[in-house]
């Protein structure tokens, strides 16, 4: 399908767009990245007759750090946020989320300011500037600054008329050491997500949870605080192992009532890979997840499961060929024994792989590790080798 006929009016400044704007009412309609907007016109979901292009004024280009917090001006790209060192470390969320942003074909025109004014329920940004308490700066008649909390008023609608434009957002300062996390699914990386959460909370001096806020997205017309849950976490101790193996847990009961064979192959991963993470790192105990969804996910190779599925079986398999007891003294855990406990423990380990591979010849093992042959004959006895008589 192609768009209906429409003017086009580039604006060369901020006023010009507001005067255009109010000329045409809502038959204008304002054009930045334009990856919403096009498809919109392209299935004639929208018939603006003037299309008022903002994308080259630089007044809504920068991006601003200072000590309450960072500024975006409208025009900001997801490309110029994801390559900010500075709004990595300053604002971690909001950097985690615009990864999920699209594909980088989008993300190199899609906008800040566009994508709050299209208010798609399963976007990220909205999301991260509900959670954040964001203020959306907007200009028309009169200047205003619109908390996020009273901007998404519904499905695809905000607070702001069409003789307004979005001049930017601000995000207030960043505590570094708040806790936070990002998760969402969708079908394909780079896809809208089907849902997601987003959360933080700040900790006491006890360990519990101040403050928390969680949003999940993708769930309602808009995003949404689920304030239910901000209940349970306050005041909580926060074990972000029981709770991460908890809900992995859960996702996989979850999965396995829709009865979608991805969506559980999908739980089975996102289980198996809380076992490997830095709280558990434990493969083997993943093993029975990558199985599982491994027998699930057999002809999904373009899933987007499919490419955390090879994650986890890169991790599975590489702990399947490391020794328990050695992989115990990797992690510094040796419990009581002395040095020369662990040596002769080692030496039973690698003694016997050393003489299958020197064709079961003492002398060559002998030679090859420096030791005499007659600790070789020990060792091999003692693991139960029989060793042919010399
Ligand atoms: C295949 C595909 C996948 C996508 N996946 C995701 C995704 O996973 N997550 C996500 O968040 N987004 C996704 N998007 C949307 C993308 O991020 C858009 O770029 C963004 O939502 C809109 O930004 P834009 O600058 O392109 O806005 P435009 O398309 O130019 O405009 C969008 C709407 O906002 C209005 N508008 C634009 N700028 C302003 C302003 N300054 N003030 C007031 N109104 C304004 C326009 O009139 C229009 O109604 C996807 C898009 C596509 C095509």
Redesign the pocket.
Known sequence: MKASAFAYARATSIGNALELLAAHGDKA????????????LAFRM?APRVVVD?GRLDE?KAIAFAADGLSLG?LVR?CDIERSARIATEQPLLAEAVR????YQ?RN???V???L??A?P????PAIALLCDATIEVAGRHVRQISAADFFTGLLMTA?SPD????GVRFPAWPAKRRWAFEEF?RRK????MAGVALYYDEARDGTAIAPRIVGFGIGNTPMRLTKAEEVLRGSTVDPARLALDYAHDAVELAKHTQNRRLIAHAFVWSGLTYCNRFFDDPEAARPCYDQATALAKHDRADSAWEDLQMLKAKVLRAGSVHPTLRAWSQGATGEKTFQQISEEFAELIIPKVWEREGRKVSRVAARLSISPKKVRRILARVGRKIPPS
């Open positions: 309609k304002l054009l930045s990245g334009g990856q919403s907007l096009m498809p919109m929208l903002i809504l409208a997801w999920h942003v699209a594909h989008i025109r899609g906008t300011g566009g994508s004014a299209h798609d399963a976007a990220e940004l702001i307004e434009v979005i001049t969708s780079g896809d809208f997500a």
